[in-house]
């Protein structure tokens, strides 16, 4: 049987290098992500850098660690704590101890990322003088870098000083070194030390200092800033990696197996030749089988060669957008090539199996009429499927509506419910095809011609090519939709809560990020006609279950300033009634009840127990926790809200703000200047560019099988064409069919997308509406007509140029009525 095959594949080689296509580039495109995945979960460990010329460093506690019974929790504490006074001094009698202070700086004519240095802390990188001298007086610098020669003066935001030296910049930092009375002056918290002494002195002498660390040799890279952003950044990688991976595996999985069925469906004509001429139906499934493995062989090993050379160019990408550290390239990983071929093997035999088992079961007379028409599309096994599918979707959204409305937004959970959905309209796509297809088509059909007619009833005729076409439209259009407009409606909610909590007529924000003085805070409150609320950011841990550290992101204010600044959405309990001894929660904790008392550990790791004050509605996720400035040391002030005060004239109570922050370089916001700076888009960068990078993949990737599919289609309907052309139509009548043809399915699976799309935007708007959020479906309908349109040309684009040039023959010789 498999001679036979290779002896049909001059005439069926459109409908091979069709499927080979769609699962190499399936392939490729889960290693891709399997690769990006791997070097993400196992980077290399990087040297020391601003240390690697340090004999020690001490390292104050930066970590919560809490034992549980299920083992030692650990958190990265918001606010690490110095080495203790006690410590240092005897640190001091073992040898030379230097400070490590570092603090932003905004210079004119100087990079964005200044990061200010005392000048002893130079010889631990070691940085050396290039030209130049050290700095000796208040106002002179050290600059690495070009930026600034020896004898300038720069204006910066610490004050105007003056080049004295340069050093040579190194990759991990710009830095700017002050001498070391100033750094102590413009940053006085120092959490880590440099310490030129014997490691095991130095490990006495902090023994017994709570949480204190030691570091020496390779651990030296922890007291290194660029650790801390380089795995923070990894590990936004892993779940971006992650989830582009899922759903690169799924859009694969679904357009391969799809396009493989459809491949095995259009050879009905040929199965039910052998069928008549004597094949049994094991020899027909061993034979599609047999053809199955061969091409899925080639074209896993094909798509995973493409996935190594498209790997390192994700690499790059994402060096370039700043989503990974400099360093990051793809590592030599192997698992990623054999779950990638391996998965695509599997695709190509699953996506042959229930076609070739159907072909096996039908008779010969039933395979040649059924050949001609798509009868019996919808089998028993298709419509449970499809069914139990949209049952599990409607269920799961449901007991998640009921038990955690907030679980749908989260990002996990609004990126993977789409595919259920999709998945379930695909399997009942062919129940709803032939309605659909004719209301669509019902005012075409009506118009003078018969074009309309005939796109009418090919493309309800022939249903598994309709729904096969349609498929990548299908998914490309739920996806954009679903993720996008996730996106969108979460931001507008949360802007919408924003705006709702604010009572404040402006909002301060520091220049540089560092916070704000008490000297700031002083002249801002003699402004004539205020109410100054100062808030630090902060956060607390609770222990949840007895075996879950939870970290609450918290803010520290007073509660008088903060009841007339700020609408909290309290459900329960007084914003008035924060304390010392309380704290401010949202319904989320575990813990909620006015009165009650909770165990928490402060940003800085200190243990508390608080009484409840007050309950906030859950909201969007960003109703944090209250506390007062007591609760939050080492924060410091980095917002300051304003409100005004009965008959205050908003003009003069700006001019004076402006003018107490004049010196410190802050910014004085308008409410509505603040919420269209701040929730124009709430989503971060790093998620923005990895939704980009999931939505640009899967479009990519489905438009390429788009085409694919329709390319194959095409070629299966070669006869027909031909008829259209023995009829009288001319070659122009014949193309503009196809097109419309295919613009007609586009717009079924268009139709399809949006219906799913919609069903997921429901279950988002309805997860608000329980959190007592206002909010309004946000559709992206550019973003979806941009892509339909594109689907729509690429569509027609792929239809007619094949037909045109298979048209170019005789049309005898296409419908096959002379040799």
């Known amino acids: 049987m498999l001679s036979v095959a290779l002896g049909t594949l001059r005439t069926r080689w459109v409908t ?92 004119r004519g100087g990079p964005k990322d200044l990061v200010g240095h005392p000048w002893s802390t130079a010889a631990c990188a070691p940085y050396r003088i290039d030209a130049g001298r050290p700095p000796r007086a208040a106002d002179e610098v050290v600059v690495s870098g070009d930026w600034a020669k020896p004898g300038e003066r720069v204006r910066t935001d610490r004050g105007t000083v003056h080049v004295v030296g340069t050093v040579e910049r190194r990759d991990f930092e710009n830095a700017v070194f002050y001498t070391d009375a100033r750094a102590a002056q413009l940053s006085s918290v120092s959490s880590q030390l440099a310490v030129d002494a014997d490691p095991a ?161 039908t008779g010969p007379a039933q395979a040649l009429r059924e050949a001609s028409v798509d009868n019996g599309t919808m089998t ?144 801002l409150r003699e402004v004539p006609g205020v109410e100054v609320s100062a808030t630090s950011s902060s956060a607390v841990y609770a222990l949840e279950d007895g075996t879950s550290l939870i970290e609450s992101e918290a803010r520290a204010a007073d509660p008088g300033p903060l009841a007339a600044t700020t609408r909290l959405p309290i459900s329960s309990g007084r914003t008035g009634d924060l304390d010392d001894d309380s704290i401010i929660v949202n319904e989320e904790w575990q813990r909620h009840t006015v009165g009650e008392r909770v165990r928490v550990w402060l940003g800085d790791g200190t243990k508390r127990s608080l009484r409840i004050a007050a309950v906030m509605a859950t909201g969007t996720g960003d109703n944090g926790a209250y506390v007062t400035p007591r609760n939050a040391p080492g924060a410091t002030v980095d917002r300051i809200d304003v409100a005004l005060t009965r008959g205050a004239d908003a003009g003069a109570a700006a001019t004076g703000l402006r003018a107490a922050v004049h010196t410190t ?50 070629s299966d309907r070669i006869r027909d064409l031909a008829v259209l052309r023995l ?16 613009l007609t399915v586009v717009t079924v699976g268009a139709v399809l997308g949006l219906l799913v799309a919609g069903l997921n935007l429901a279950g988002i708007w309805s997860a608000l509406a329980l959190l007592s959020v206002r909010a309004t479906i946000d559709i992206p309908w550019t973003t979806i007509g941009a892509v339909v349109g594109a689907c729509a ?8 140029v094949p037909a045109a040039f298979a048209l170019r023959r005789r049309a005898v010789e296409l419908a096959g009525l002379r040799e």
């Open 380 to 523: 028993r096994g298709r419509r449970l499927s499809g069914l139990a599918l949209l049952v599990a979707a409607t269920v799961t959204l449901c007991l998640a509506l009921v038990t955690d409305p907030g679980e749908l937004l989260h990002r996990k959970t609004y990126v993977s419910r789409p595919m259920l959905l999709i998945t379930a309209v695909a399997l009942l796509a062919p129940a709803v095809v032939r309605p659909l297809t004719r209301l669509i088509t019902w005012l075409p059909a009506r118009l003078p011609g018969a074009d309309g007619m005939l796109v009418r009833e090919n493309a309800a005729a022939g249903v598994r090519r309709t729904a096969a076409v349609a498929a990548p439209v299908l998914v490309t259009v739920a996806l954009a939709g679903s993720l996008l407009g996730a996106t969108a409606t979460l931001n507008r909610a949360r802007a919408t809560e924003a705006r709702q909590q604010m009572a404040a007529a402006f909002v301060i924000t520091p220049a540089d990020g560092s916070g704000f003085a008490t000297a700031t805070l002083r002249r």
């Open 727 to 742: 009829a009288g139509a001319t070659t122009f009548q014949v193309l503009r069919l196809v097109a419309a043809e295919a």
């Open 16 to 107: 091979c290098a069709g499927s080979f296509v769609a699962l190499s580039l399936g392939v490729a495109l889960i290693a891709v992500m399997g690769l990006a995945l791997a070097s993400s979960l196992d980077a290399p460990d990087r040297e020391p850098e601003r240390f690697a010329a340090a004999p020690v460093v001490v390292k104050g506690a930066d970590t919560l660690r809490v034992p549980t019974s299920a083992g030692v929790r650990v958190r990265k504490l918001a606010h690490p704590r110095a080495v203790p006074a006690g410590t240092v001094a005897k640190l001091r009698r073992l040898g030379a101890v230097v400070a490590d202070r570092s603090f932003t700086v905004r210079a």
């Open 793 to 800: 040309v690429l569509a027609a684009v792929s239809a007619v």
């Open 201 to 361: 002195a130095v490990r006495g002498a902090v023994r017994g200092s709570d949480g204190v660390r030691v570091l020496t040799g390779e651990g030296r890279r922890y007291a290194d800033p660029a650790w801390d952003r380089d795995r923070e950044a990894l590990t936004a990688m892993n779940a971006m990696f992650g989830t582009a991976g899922g759903v690169s595996a799924f859009v694969s999985v679904f357009v391969v197996a799809s396009t493989f069925a459809f491949a095995v469906a259009q050879r009905r004509r040929e199965f039910g030749l052998l069928r008549t001429a004597g094949a049994t139906p094991g020899r027909l499934r061993r034979m599609v089988f047999a053809e199955a493995l061969v091409v899925g062989v080639l074209a896993s090993a094909t798509g995973c060669l493409i996935g190594a050379f498209g790997a390192p160019r994700l690499a790059d990408w994402v060096v370039e957008g700043a989503l990974a550290p400099s360093w990051f390239t793809i590592g030599d990983h192997t698992w990623p090539y054999h779950l990638a071929f391996w998965a695509g093997l599997l695709i190509a035999l699953s996506g042959a199996a229930a076609a070739s088992w159907r072909a096996g079961r």
């Open 665 to 714: 370089g802050g910014h004085v916001f308008t409410k509505d200047q603040w919420l269209k700076a701040s929730y124009p888009e709430t989503t971060n960068r790093t998620t923005r560019l990895g939704m980009l990078l999931v939505l640009g993949i899967a479009l990519l990737y489905t438009g390429i099988s788009l085409a694919n599919t329709m390319v194959m289609a095409t």
